[in-house]
């Protein structure tokens, strides 16, 4: 009878501090998510709710933080009331594997580009929970990105470039003169490269930055910046038909089936990356038309040891060495201290 006293009470308590504000619905469990809205988007908790009673059962306020940081390589960063955790998640269809507290999966029932919510049953209770999640950028997030760790990826669908009418074309429409039908010109196929990282950190002049982007316009830009000479910039134009002979060598050395993460696989490799000087990761992002792929290798290039530590397949060697041999014919350059 007791037990039922204290169920009573904690219904009416959460009926209290039920709000207007509607609570998602779960979705079919044959819906899948697709993963770039997942990997490197950072998320901020707000509230939680009990599906079945549509009610707000907690709220996080100034004295509760909890944030997720969801990686590139599949793993994942947790703030929780100033106590960061780390993890591996994994996504299968709308299910996400992520441990947080006693709960080890997720069904994700929302999410776009303002917010997430993923859904939970709890132990030995009866109905479904969910957490309500909005995004926020890295500047809000209480995450520390290490010195060697690579900038934040984004993995969006390539947005190719749109015409855009100017200013003066929303005035009052002029009467044109009809003239002969144009025929359609063959759109070029979107190219997109960038290279960045590798290498160790350290030495006498140590590298802070080394990345080099070729556009679809052809124009490649290569930016190397060190410690003690500041940053160099250089620049040159690469032909369209040598850019498009290029992007298809890229196709024919299987870059597309290459893995998206290569990491460690030995004991050896793990303790390399705890070493002076300090591996820099390597990432190389190729888009060409609708696809779109980036490989990350965790420690790439020779140190005094000249050892390959890290497994993946040689023709990335080929691919980076072509790459670096395009940014070293310079066009023009010019320096800044920074």
Not at 87 to 116: D, M, P, Q
Request: with cysteine; hydrophobic share 35%.
């Amino acid at each position: 009878m007791r037990n039922l006293f204290l169920l009573l009470l904690l219904h009416l308590a959460a009926n209290l501090v039920a709000q207007d504000t509607p609570v998602e619905t779960t979705i079919s469990p044959f819906f899948k998510v697709d993963e770039r809205q997942i990997v490197e988007t950072k998320w901020r908790y707000t509230y939680a709710t009990h599906v079945e009673s549509n009610t707000i059962i907690h709220q996080a306020e100034e004295d509760y933080e909890y944030f997720l940081h969801f990686k590139y390589d599949y793993t994942y960063e947790q703030y929780f009331n100033g106590q960061l955790t780390k993890g591996n998640w994994s996504l299968v269809n709308n299910e996400l594997f992520y441990r947080f507290k006693h709960i080890n999966k997720f069904i994700i029932a929302t999410i776009n580009k303002e917010k997430l919510v993923l859904e939970f049953t709890q132990p030995n209770s009866k109905g479904n929970y969910q957490y309500h999640f909005i995004k926020v950028s890295s500047q809000e997030a209480p995450f520390i990105k290490p010195a060697n760790e690579l900038p934040d990826v984004n993995v969006d669908a390539i947005n190719l470039r749109k015409s855009k009418k100017p200013w003066w074309a929303f005035g009052r429409k002029k009467k044109k003169k009809k003239k002969a039908p144009i025929a359609p010109q063959e759109q070029e196929t979107y190219i997109s490269i960038e290279l960045i990282g590798g290498g160790y950190y350290g030495g006498i002049d140590p590298v802070l930055r080394d990345y080099i982007q070729i556009k679809n316009t052809g124009r490649l830009i290569k930016e190397f910046k060190s410690v003690q000479n500041g940053l160099v910039v250089t620049k040159k134009d690469i032909s369209r038909q040598e850019l498009e002979a290029f992007a298809q060598y890229i196709v024919d050395q299987d870059f597309f089936n290459f893995e998206r993460v290569y990491d460690c696989e030995t004991a050896l490799c793990q303790k390399r990356k705890q070493l002076k000087p300090t591996p820099i990761p390597l990432r190389l992002m190729v888009a060409y038309g609708t696809r779109k792929k980036v490989v990350s290798v965790s420690i790439w290039g020779d140190d005094n040891q000249n050892m390959q530590y890290v497994d993946y397949p040689p023709a990335l060697d080929n691919i980076i060495d072509a790459i670096q041999r395009m940014a070293h014919r310079i066009d023009d350059s010019y320096s800044a201290k920074k």
